[in-house]
């Protein structure tokens, strides 16, 4: 378009509203009559018309005018915090009875991981998990305390807490029962289940170290309590070791105040480690000499071994990954013998940065290495890429991640070798699915 | 033949040096030690501040200096209010003393509901013993390979290394639908009832209906699986007993080997679910684009309905805990036969596995108001 033409339409459209009160009288004494002309001429009919303009073959999507390009949409009063299209309502948060402890309150409601693009959860899909129910606290009556071995306790108002010069980073959370329920047998014929006990997000908070400054944390401070205020008032332990790396207290998700259901106003981060450790609606630090054996720390998130042992302050989830596409709920049941597709999945490791991603098409016999795509940031999921020419036969697909401490993901016969079947927790043997000559998925496991 | 094969290991050795002291030498982002020298606790990686970055992030140094200072000290009653946990050597335990009997009533009266009789568990609830703890506590080795092995029992007796955590947790976070409710002689009395039906001893003595459980017993109790535990993270040495474990991959599974052809003989063994599996889920899987029905005449919520989704719920979504459910039109005729008033009473002061108020602390009104609700609510 012509520039000229486009600043003499902008003066118009100014002196037009110069003249506004003037031309108002206009209107009002011609609305009735062009309504009806209106109405006669165009809102009534225009499927029709462009119908009769437009014959002939073809997808009628593009044959026919459609409603929403014919009518107003929403005006922009509609929804002013935003909602995603009804179109999208089955890509939710699931939940199952047989993850709960009896009833709702102390349960998980799982992440659509298929339906996920890029490495940011929604945070209407973070997953949930919660020992009390999701607490509502009022921001305004939430405090967090600082005390035990430090030579000046600290409470803060959540406005003061905000205060403390911010980072954002970007990390997974993962319930280190992701993957649990299949120690002995996979059960779940859907991601959503099998892998979707975690999300990833950006965060934004305050290092606890730089609080900790002004604090004197005392020599023999060794390990901290994090206690949340919601009905469970779950605790953890944490060795000083990490609080004094990159441990943080956030209260931003994804550029917004975090959600109820991770913890508001203010959740602990402790980049890597198990989601349960990262103590949701915290009041509350103390610092001690001697660990505080919480019950989510020695009756739960333990992992018995053969040897009738159980690993206890099992802290970083290990590297894992797993195949989003295809998967049970996203199959290639629409594909030609030919077809080029990607395979895509999630890779993450909780001790530091996936290295690199590897591809078997025969359950873990020979691998080939894919391409990793995106950001790749320390303890967040990495994205990884394989195209592949569907040929129409069975395959068993696995993923297997390793990372930069150097650890691979071990295939299920060889976690089984060395940890039992009873550990209930941090499970992350190689994921496998089977896809059958029709294309559908089904999850697997490889004993070789 | 020895000598070409002498060669080949030298040369790979030196490749392997080459290659961790380049990687050392270049690579200041990522280490295996934090600043004081020390392992990284979990076995990872950290990534330390270099040319102002930590990984890929920019950040202010001058941030994170330590001059920003906010808050206040909190009072002592402050620090003493929040200040719930109970640890193994007593610290935070508070004086006070029940009787196994004592807390059997407590029981009846406010676990049993969930926990079902002598803590039995079921319906997903966990449970509270499985018979004689120190015969659990031999369970532990129990693997589960084949369908109708027995598992590990991973209860209160036979499983937690410290008595300390039942007393937190019983008196912070249960009952589950109105923790902080008990007081410090009935949480003694309940610790004492789950000791007992646990057969746990107590220096020797097993705890009878007459026993009374006391703070200086208490701080006497050795779990029948304390040293079940690792790594040892008790003591001065703990936190360095923490690293040694996680830096070696055997302790916990972890593997380093990277086999790319021929990692196995034959053809892959296949592991499927059996049946349909865990299948139920809610809402039901769907990968389809569609727009949900609208919901048909919604009417504005009646007031108790929030109070009795949080309070009540757990009870009276359905029958099975003897409760009459919420929309079963028939137990809620034949309990207001009694009278609006009488039932309304039940609801205040409790009647068999009603607890008061739902085990709440609701206002009378309030609970009446939820009554209303679920009255109407089963019309």
Redesign the interface.
């Known amino acids: 378009m012509n520039k000229a033409v486009t600043v003499s339409q902008e003066d118009e459209v100014l002196s037009e509203i110069q003249e506004q009160s003037g031309r108002r009288k206009f209107f009002k004494k011609t609305a009735a009559y062009s309504m009806s002309a209106l109405a006669a001429s165009s809102v009534l009919m225009p499927v029709k018309i462009k119908a009769e303009k437009h014959h002939g073959q073809g997808d009628p999507a593009i044959l026919e005018e459609q409603v929403w390009g014919t009518t107003f949409g929403y005006p922009v009063t509609h929804n002013l915090y935003g909602l995603p299209s009804?179109?999208?309502?089955?890509v939710?948060r699931?939940?199952?009875?047989?993850l709960?402890?009896?009833?709702m309150?102390?349960s998980i409601a799982v992440s659509p991981i298929?339906?996920l693009s890029g490495i940011i959860t929604p945070n209407g899909l973070f997953f949930n998990r919660c020992?009390?129910?999701t607490a509502e606290i009022d921001y305004n009556k939430h405090r967090l305390?600082i005390?035990g071995l430090v030579e000046?306790?600290?409470?803060?108002?959540m406005d003061?807490?905000k205060?403390?010069?911010s980072?954002?980073?970007i990390h997974f959370i993962e319930c280190p029962a992701n993957g649990g329920?299949e120690w002995?047998?996979?059960?779940?014929?859907?991601i959503?289940?099998a892998k979707g006990f975690m999300s990833c997000a950006e965060w934004t908070g305050v290092?606890i170290?730089?609080i900790l400054?002004?604090l004197g944390l005392k020599p023999e401070a060794?390990?901290m309590?994090a206690?949340g205020m919601d009905?469970?008032?779950?605790?953890r332990t944490v060795?000083?070791?990490?609080v004094?790396?990159?441990a943080m207290i956030v209260w931003g998700q994804n550029g917004e105040a975090l959600r109820p259901e991770q913890g508001y106003p203010i959740r602990l981060l402790l980049p890597?480690?198990e989601g349960n450790l990262m103590v949701k609606w915290l009041?509350?630090l103390?610092f001690?000499s001697?660990?505080?054996?919480?019950?989510e720390e020695?009756?739960k998130y333990?992992?018995?071994k053969?040897?009738?042992?159980?690993?206890?302050?099992?802290?970083?989830n290990?590297v894992n990954s797993v195949i989003t596409s295809p998967c049970p709920?996203?199959p290639w049941s629409d594909l030609k013998k030919g077809d080029v597709v990607e395979i895509e999945g999630l890779a993450w490791?909780?001790?530091?940065?996936i290295k690199g991603v590897?591809i078997s098409l025969?359950?873990?016999?020979?691998?080939k290495e894919a391409s990793l795509k995106g950001?790749v940031?320390?303890q967040a999921w990495t994205r990884f890429s394989f195209i592949y020419k569907y040929e129409g036969k069975a395959l068993?697909l696995s993923s297997?991640a390793?990372?930069?401490?150097?650890?691979?993901?071990?295939?299920v016969k060889?976690?089984r070798d060395?940890?039992?079947?009873?550990g209930v927790y941090?499970r992350n043997g190689i994921h496998t699915w089977?896809v059958t000559a029709n294309g559908e998925v089904?999850?697997?496991?490889?004993?070789? | 033949m020895f000598k070409s094969y002498h060669k080949l290991l030298v040369a790979t050795t030196l490749f392997a040096m080459l290659g961790t002291s380049v990687v050392c030498a270049a690579d200041k982002t990522v280490s295996r030690t934090y600043e004081n020298g020390k392992k990284v606790i979990d076995g990872g990686m950290t990534y330390p501040v270099y040319k102002g970055k930590t990984a890929s992030y920019y950040m202010n140094e001058k941030a994170h200096g330590g001059a920003v200072n906010f808050g206040r000290k909190p009072t002592l009653d402050e620090i003493k209010a929040w200040d719930i946990d109970v640890m193994p050597d007593g610290t935070g335990l508070p004086e006070g003393e029940g009787s196994v009997e004592e807390g059997d009533e407590i029981y009846e009266a406010k676990c049993a509901s969930c926990h079902f009789d002598f803590g039995s568990g079921g319906s997903g609830y966990p449970a509270l013993q499985q018979g004689n703890a120190y015969e659990g506590q031999k369970t532990l080795t129990n693997q589960r390979i084949n369908p109708d092995d027995d598992g590990p029992q991973r209860n209160f007796g036979s499983y937690w290394p410290q008595a300390s955590t039942l007393w937190w947790y019983i008196q912070t976070g249960m009952p589950h639908p109105a923790p902080m409710s008990l007081s410090d002689d009935e949480t003694y009395a309940l610790v004492a009832y789950t000791l007992s039906i646990n057969e746990i001893q107590i220096d020797g003595e097993e705890l009878d209906d007459e026993y009374v459980l006391n703070r200086e017993k208490f701080l006497k109790i050795v779990m029948p699986n304390k040293d079940g535990f690792e790594p040892k993270i008790d003591g001065p040495n703990g936190l360095e007993n923490a690293r040694k474990y996680y830096d070696n991959p055997k302790n916990f599974g972890g593997n380093k080997e990277r086999c790319m052809k021929n990692c196995f003989d034959g053809d892959p063994v296949v592991a499927r679910i059996q049946g349909v599996g865990i299948s139920e889920y809610s809402p039901p899987i769907s990968i389809k684009r569609e727009k949900p029905m609208p919901k048909e005449g919604s009417k504005a919520e009646h007031p108790g309905k929030k109070a009795y989704t949080a309070s009540c719920a757990v009870c009276h979504t359905t029958d099975a805990m003897g409760a009459p459910a919420v929309g079963d039109k028939q137990a809620w005729e034949a309990a207001l036969k009694k009278g609006l008033d009488k039932v309304k009473h039940n609801a205040i002061y409790g009647i068999n596995g009603m607890p008061p108020k739902g085990g709440t602390t609701l206002s009378d009104d309030k609970v009446s108001e939820i009554v209303d609700y679920m009255i109407e609510a089963s019309k």
């Not at chain 1, 699931?94 to 047989?98: I, M, Q, S, V, W």
């Not at chain 1, 709960?100 to 009833?103: A, D, L, Y």
């Open positions: 009804p179109y999208e309502s089955n939710t699931r939940t199952t009875e047989l709960s402890s009896g009833n309150y102390a298929h339906e020992h009390g129910g305390m005390h000046k306790p600290l409470v803060l108002t003061e807490l205060r403390y010069p980072v954002s980073r329920p002995r047998n996979p059960q779940f014929p859907s959503q289940f290092y170290k730089d400054k002004d060794k390990w309590l206690e009905n469970s008032h779950m605790g060795p000083i070791d990490k004094l790396d990159d890597g480690w009041g509350r103390e001690a001697e660990p505080f054996y919480a019950k020695t009756a333990t992992a018995l053969p040897s009738g042992k159980a690993i206890q302050h099992f802290y970083a290990e709920e996203k490791s909780g001790m530091g940065t590897d025969d359950g873990g016999k020979n691998w950001l940031l320390p068993f297997r390793r990372d930069d401490a150097g650890y691979v993901q071990p295939s060889q976690e060395a940890v039992g079947v009873e941090h089977e089904k999850n697997v496991q490889i004993l070789s």
